[in-house]
Every structure is written in structure tokens, then in C-alpha cells.
């Protein structure tokens, strides 16, 4: 057992507009750990038939097996991309030519070569599944845009051959050694290692004694398996498991509790409107005052219970693509741009999205107030599909929806899809462009150009983005900063401690 001191920043969060997702107050605060020597922390899985992190469907894994393989690259807190298992490379337009780091191994000590690098991308490729082939593919094509080429042994080319840029963020997808996606543990080269598996109901892993960088505090990492994922905050709670993402879950019973920590990060779940330019909404002022009506800070404080972000935009406000955008509410505003009239619009959503009925709710009483009458069209007893071929069809004035929004912009598959009636010439345009672009600097600036259209035009109103958290116990400490691809990447570099904090008497030392 050894004991050290650790200044701890005890952070709180304020969720403000667009970008800006915090401000800190910070108050440095010394406190006493005992560090084992040997600690082992226990996560959640829901039941998965398969160690394949290319191609598994079960999110629980997902999140774990990015603490047993690597990538070519990974994300940093804004979702820019960082080299891992590459050295160097050189992007040529569509092609870029990668040098692997020399001295990397796997978990059997065999070293990471460029054939393992084409095995994976050929791998996940094939099998046309998983979220590393969803974030890749050409999401209304399903062209596959990337081959690989091997140069040498250390060196390998990537083609890429779709819309826009190519990106970095395509290159994130782990590497496993070749010929091990057959056998029941296959390897990767990260922090950890499968030490033993038990299907549908264990896996252990063991920090890998060869890890190319900082070896790992917490020595194990046992995944327990819940048939139930609304069972897990209860295992949180008695101990069974000390951290947990939330699965989309309320989490606010971690905040302010003595036992756990709740670091929240921006999920991939956003709200926005649509304003129906066809009817009654035709007069820009009323969209416009519609806007300005808006209280996305009351939006998040109730209907999400203070879990959620404000966002003018269609891209994760985490997001090095995202832009800050101005977003206040003026009710002044919007009446003088009604100038007395008292419109009478239908407004639609998903009944069965608790949270769309509860944002729908609020929306209405703020144009209440302006004297706009709303009538609620649909009910509880339509399912997914009616209410997407009910918004295609277009019988309403202002429609609530909710989507997935990948990280790599993609506005040809957000706007002007054909889920909505409505096209924007500008944004087509500009869709164009975006196909055109050789460099993630020109794709921020023309996404920019987007998000500017989209709040000039007030046709699509982004509103909030609903939050996710890390939920882990206060026995596990260090630089926790989760991101929504990878959530658990920072237990490799935690420590898990014997008791919980306690505060030193400084003059005792």
C-alpha cells in the first residue's frame, strides 16, 4: 500500500449555449488516498454474443473493448482526432499514407504490423456492421469509401472515395491481430487484456505488463454481465459495480452524493423543430418569433431534468466542428414580431418520446403566451413509422423531432433528407460544397455556413442536446474525462484507492 497526495479540482458544471458547455469554479481542496497496489474496479455488460469490437451491436462492449484494442488514431475531449497506433502519416486529397509506431505488441507479444491494420479495415468492411462501419459508410449510398494498400512493413495507404474530406476520424476503428476474430479472445494492443472470458456472465481484464505507454493503476477490470440494464444503477448503489455510463438513464441521483462522481458529456440525442414554411409559418416574422419565444434553459431544467446542453446547430457541442452561435430568449422580441396576431398552429411530435411530449408541452405554453394558440395533432397510439410518413407528409405547422447525430457533419442526411417537406436551395448548396472540400478546415467552414443559414432561415430550430454521464465511485480517482465514443478511456490512466476521501490535517505533515 502507498500513500500520496493529490490535489483534486472539484469542478462544477454550467451548461450554457452552443460550444460554451461549462464554466468551472474551482477550489483546490488537499486530500489523503491510500492507493492499492493491485485495485480492480467492476463495470456493467448486458448480455453480447461476441469479443469482435469491428463489428458489435452491444454498446456495454463497445465502451469497454476500447480499454483492449487501439486504433490508428483516437479522440481527444473535442472529438479531434490524436495519433495512438500511428507514427506519422501524410494525407494526399483521398489518399493517405500511414507509418505505424515501431515497438508496439499485442497482448501475446507478437508486434502490430501493417497486415494487421488492412485485416481490420477489410474485416469490418465486410461484415457491413457495428458503429465503426455506421460512422464510416455513406449513410444514404451505403457506399463503403475506404481500401488499404500495403506499402512496407511498417507502412500502409488508405483510399478514401465519398463525400468531402477525408477525415481522420474514419481511421479510429481498432486494430486486432490478424486471424484472431475466429478464435473466442481475440488481441489487441491496448491497456488491458482479456484474462478470462465466461460468456454471458464475466470478463476479466488485466492491465498488460507491455503497454507501449503509462501502465495502468488499476491493475483488473471485471465486466458484470446484467440481464437487465435497469438493474445497474442498483449495482452502482451496493457496490456490485463502481462506474457506469448512463445509458440514457436519469442520473441525477449521483449528483451531490457523497459515494459517486457524475462527469457528464454530451450524448448524440438532439431535440430540434421543424417550422413549416407551407402554411401559416410562411411569414419569416413568425418563424422568427417563434425563436426568440424559446427557453431552452427551461426546456432543460424540466423536461430534462437539468440534463442537457442548449445548441444553435446540428453538431455535437463538444465538437471541434461546432461553432458558438448567439442564442437568447426575448419575448418583447417576438410579439412586436407578431404585431398582434394570434396565429392558431398545429404542432406534432412522437407521443411515445417522453421527452418530446414534455418539450412539446413547454414549447406550447411559451406560445401561449404570445397568444398563439397551439393544437396538438397525433396520439399515443402511433407508432414510429406513422409519425415518420406523418411528418413526410407535412399536416402540421411546427413538428418536434429527435435524432443520432454522428460525429462527422453530415448535413445531407439531417436536412433537406425528404423527412420533412421542405428543400433549402442554400443548403443544397452548400451540401455541395461540402462534397468539394479537400481539408477538415474548409468542412468547418463550410458547416459554419450551414449552421448560419439554418438560424437565418428559422426553419430548422436545433434546441438542446440531451446529456449522458460516467457515473463512478469516489474510490476512483484522476483526470476522468469521458467522450461519447469512448466513455471508459480514462480508467487506464485512474487510480482506485482503499477508503474514501478524507481530508489531510496539513499541519500533521
Not at 396576431?341 to 411515445?352: A, D, M, R, V
Not at 414510429?384 to 410518413?389: C, I, M, Q, R, V
Request: charged fraction near 20%; aromatic fraction near 12%.
Amino acid at each position: 500500500m502507498k500513500r500520496i497526495n493529490i490535489f483534486i479540482l472539484c469542478i462544477l458544471m454550467l451548461f450554457l449555449s452552443s460550444c460554451t458547455q461549462k464554466e468551472v469554479s474551482v477550489e483546490d481542496e488537499k486530500l489523503n488516498y491510500l492507493l492499492a497496489e493491485k485495485g480492480e474496479i467492476s463495470i456493467p455488460l448486458t448480455p453480447f454474443e461476441s469479443l469482435d469490437p469491428l463489428t458489435t451491436e452491444n454498446m456495454s462492449y463497445f465502451y469497454l473493448s476500447s480499454l483492449i484494442f487501439e486504433g490508428l488514431f483516437t479522440l481527444d475531449d473535442n472529438l479531434r482526432p490524436q495519433t495512438l497506433l500511428a507514427s506519422s502519416y501524410n494525407l494526399d486529397n483521398n489518399k493517405m499514407t500511414i507509418s505505424i509506431k515501431d515497438g508496439i505488441t499485442f497482448h501475446d507479444g507478437s508486434a502490430l504490423t501493417v497486415r494487421d491494420v488492412l485485416y481490420s479495415l477489410e474485416h469490418f468492411q465486410n461484415s457491413a456492421k457495428g458503429p465503426y462501419y455506421n460512422l464510416v459508410v455513406n449513410n444514404i449510398s451505403r457506399e463503403f469509401p475506404l481500401s488499404g494498400k500495403i506499402i512496407d512493413n511498417t507502412t500502409i495507404e488508405i483510399s478514401y472515395n465519398g463525400v468531402g474530406p477525408f477525415l481522420k476520424e474514419y481511421l479510429i476503428f481498432p486494430i486486432v491481430k490478424e486471424g484472431t476474430l475466429s478464435k473466442k479472445i481475440p488481441l489487441g494492443t491496448g491497456p488491458y487484456m482479456v484474462d478470462s472470458y465466461e460468456n454471458k456472465k464475466e470478463i476479466i481484464l488485466q492491465a498488460y505488463e507491455n503497454y507501449h505507454d503509462e501502465m495502468p493503476s488499476i491493475s483488473r477490470i471485471r465486466g458484470v454481465y446484467h440481464d437487465d440494464k435497469d438493474l445497474i444503477y442498483t449495482s452502482l448503489e451496493t457496490g456490485r459495480i463502481h462506474v457506469s455510463t448512463s445509458w440514457g438513464q436519469n442520473f441525477y441521483r449521483f449528483f451531490n452524493n457523497e459515494h459517486f462522481n457524475a462527469q457528464t458529456y454530451p450524448s448524440n440525442e438532439m431535440y430540434f423543430l421543424f417550422l413549416n414554411p407551407e402554411g401559416e409559418l410562411a411569414n419569416p416574422n413568425y418563424r422568427e418569433a417563434i425563436k426568440s419565444s424559446i427557453d431552452k434553459e427551461r426546456i432543460i431544467k424540466i423536461a430534462l431534468d437539468d440534463q442537457g446542453i442548449k445548441t444553435t446547430g446540428f453538431i455535437n457541442p463538444n465538437s471541434y466542428f461546432c461553432r458558438v452561435g448567439q442564442d437568447i430568449t426575448n419575448i418583447d422580441k417576438a410579439k412586436e414580431l407578431l404585431s398582434g396576431e394570434k396565429p392558431t398552429l398545429k404542432f406534432y411530435f412522437y407521443w411515445k418520446n417522453e421527452y418530446q411530449l414534455k418539450i412539446a408541452t413547454l414549447i406550447a405554453e411559451s406560445l401561449y403566451n404570445l397568444g398563439i394558440k397551439v393544437e396538438f395533432v397525433g396520439n399515443s397510439d402511433e407508432d414510429f413509422n406513422t409519425y415518420l410518413e406523418n411528418l413526410k407528409a407535412g399536416g402540421y405547422d411546427i413538428a418536434l423531432s429527435s435524432m443520432a447525430v454522428n460525429i462527422i457533419p453530415d448535413y445531407s442526411y439531417n436536412l433537406n433528407s425528404g423527412i420533412f417537406p421542405y428543400q433549402s436551395e442554400t443548403i443544397s448548396k452548400l451540401n455541395e460544397d461540402i462534397k468539394s472540400t479537400h481539408n477538415e478546415s474548409d468542412l468547418i467552414l463550410v458547416t459554419n455556413s450551414i449552421d448560419e443559414t439554418i438560424n437565418r432561415e428559422n426553419i430548422f430550430i436545433p434546441l438542446v442536446y440531451k446529456m449522458n454521464a460516467l457515473i463512478y465511485s469516489n474510490a476512483i480517482v484522476g483526470d476522468i474525462k469521458p467522450n461519447i465514443i469512448f466513455p471508459y478511456k480514462s480508467l487506464s490512466t485512474a487510480y482506485f484507492t482503499t477508503k474514501e476521501n478524507e481530508t489531510i490535517d496539513e499541519d500533521a505533515n
